[in-house]
T-cell receptor, first 113, second 109 residues
Framework: DVKVTQSSRYLVKRTGEKVFLECVQD?????MFWYRQDPGLGLRLIYF???????EKGDIPEGYSVSREKKERFSLILESASTNQTSMYLC????????????FGNGTRLTVT | QKEVEQNSGPLSVPEGAIASLNCTYS??????FFWYRQYSGKSPELIMS????GDKEDGRFTAQLNKASQYVSLLIRDSQPSDSATYLCAAGGYQKVTFGTGTKLQVIP
């Protein structure tokens, strides 16, 4: 079974803090993704990566950056957290987008106060 | 225009009935299509994938794809209260997957 592990289930941070969300997958998948999910807006893609050290902007990259130094690990960074970044963050991985399934981690509920 | 559109619901069906969930997509380059189920407070889990026109059945679930109409559907037969969840439709193209906002299904005992 594919396992996508997010480091924290719940996180509370203050406005202006730098926040790191970590994600590790154990299936040697090429593709990794960060989504945020908000009521009424669904899943929105923040960034994705199709290879080590490669990254592509998704639909809402503003205020975020990512790092992929190793194939199994994909980190999301909030450089200066703001209250409008309070959300559920979901990491996912996939072997191939054309034929492959996207597997999600359990999510991190981030609250910025 | 949203790339993947779904009716947000809620869709209410009695236990034992067929639930029909629909989805349209705008990108004709999409090549793979998925249905995910998401229980409240949980992450989405894949329940069906479909890649070619026609029907694909798996137990009580049937996914249908019509690329000419850019339409995907999910039928759930003999609906159970445990099927109550939000169902997300997704379309996969080059490098990324785009999700709809989901349809909330309520199965009434």
């Amino acid at each position: 079974d594919v396992k996508v592990t997010q480091s924290s289930r719940y996180l509370v941070k203050r406005t202006g803090e730098k926040v790191f969300l970590e994600c590790v997958q154990d299936m040697d998948h090429e593709n990794m993704f960060w989504y945020r999910q908000d009521p009424g807006l669904g899943l929105r893609l923040i960034y994705f990566s199709y290879d080590v050290k490669m990254k592509e902007k998704g639909d809402i990259p503003e205020g975020y950056s990512v790092s992929r130094e190793k194939k199994e690990r994909f980190s999301l960074i909030l450089e200066s957290a703001s209250t409008n970044q309070t959300s559920m963050y979901l990491c996912a991985s996939s072997p191939s987008i054309i034929r492959g399934q996207v597997h999600f981690g359990n999510g991190t509920r981030l609250t910025v106060t | 225009q949203k790339e993947v559109e779904q009716n947000s619901g809620p869709l209410s069906v009695p236990e034992g009935a067929i639930a029909s969930l629909n989805c349209t997509y705008s990108d004709r380059g999409s090549q793979s299509f998925f249905w995910y189920r998401q229980y409240s407070g949980k992450s989405p889990e894949l329940i069906m994938s479909i890649y070619s026109n026609g029907d694909k059945e798996d137990g009580r679930f049937t996914a249908q794809l019509n690329k000419a109409s850019q339409y995907v559907s999910l039928l759930i037969r003999d609906s159970q209260p445990s099927d109550s969840a939000t169902y997300l439709c997704a379309a996969g193209g080059y490098q990324k997957v785009t999700f709809g906002t989901g349809t909330k299904l309520q199965v009434i005992p």
